[in-house]
């Protein structure tokens, strides 16, 4: 089956220093690959996500870039904010498997001053 | 935006009680899903619905159940709560069932089984 796998379950950065989140999957098929975003007390939201034509999707300074060969789609920024302190989850859609996501055990980023 | 509204926000039951979380979401999505939330699991899919009287099981499914009663509206169901269903309840809607289809979620309900 599906799954999605995130190593790090929690991150601590200085601000101003670049963020780097792993994510890897495993999919049957080609799936699209989503990074979601949870600030504390908060419902989670998209951040971005897998473009069919292999553009890199960004979003207010992230950016992720989808690797078929090593299935990974990892989440990176060149400079970490204070306000970046959240809980981001990996996760994946997969064309066999409808309207499902799969999420990744997700990781805790907390940046300080 | 979607507005996904869920209720109660909070809930506190004992083993064995009844309890049913609703999710109503007002942007005319087709699809609604229930997920828990758990530290290092990540989000797991219960239930989910593509209309009115739909039901598609999820990869958490046992001892819960769900029904979509009004394209708006989609309920959980724990008939018989243990401690394991402890968690914090998430519903979410999204306009098509396309795998690149956003998906919006509500802000959450806690439940805790005593």
């Known amino acids: 089956g599906d799954s999605v796998t995130q190593t790090e379950g929690l991150v601590t950065l200085t601000e101003g220093l670049p963020v780097m989140l792993n994510c890897t999957y495993q999919?049957?098929?080609?799936?699209?690959l989503f990074w979601y975003v949870q600030h504390l007390n908060e419902a989670p939201k998209l951040l971005l996500k897998?473009?069919?034509?292999?553009k890199r999707p960004e979003h207010q300074g992230f950016h992720a870039t989808l690797h078929k060969s090593s299935s990974s789609f990892h989440l990176q920024k060149s400079s970490a904010q204070l306000s970046d302190s959240a809980l981001y989850y990996c996760?994946?859609?997969?064309?066999?498997?409808?309207?499902?996501?799969?999420f990744g055990g997700g990781t805790r980023l907390t940046v300080r001053p | 935006e979607a507005a996904v509204t869920q209720s109660p926000r909070n809930k506190v039951t004992v083993t064995g009680g009844n309890v049913t979380l609703s999710c109503r979401q007002t942007?005319?999505?087709?699809?609604m899903y229930w997920y828990r939330q758990d530290t290092g699991h990540g989000l797991r899919l219960i239930h989910y619905?593509?209309?009115?009287?739909?039901?598609q099981i999820g990869d958490v499914p046992d001892g819960y159940k769900a029904t979509r009663t009004t394209q708006e509206d989609f309920f959980l169901l724990l008939e018989l709560a243990s401690p394991s269903q402890t968690s914090l309840y998430f519903c979410?809607?999204?306009?098509?069932?396309?795998?690149?289809?956003?998906?919006?979620f509500g802000p959450g309900t806690r439940l805790t089984v005593l």
């Open positions: 999919s049957t098929y080609s799936p699209f």
């Open positions: 942007n005319s999505h087709n699809y």
């Open positions: 619905s593509y209309g009115a009287g739909n039901l």
């Open positions: 996760a994946l859609s997969d064309p066999g498997a409808g309207a499902k996501l799969t």
């Open positions: 979410a809607s999204s306009l098509t069932g396309l795998n690149y289809a956003e998906q919006f």
């Open positions: 897998s473009f069919t034509d292999n």
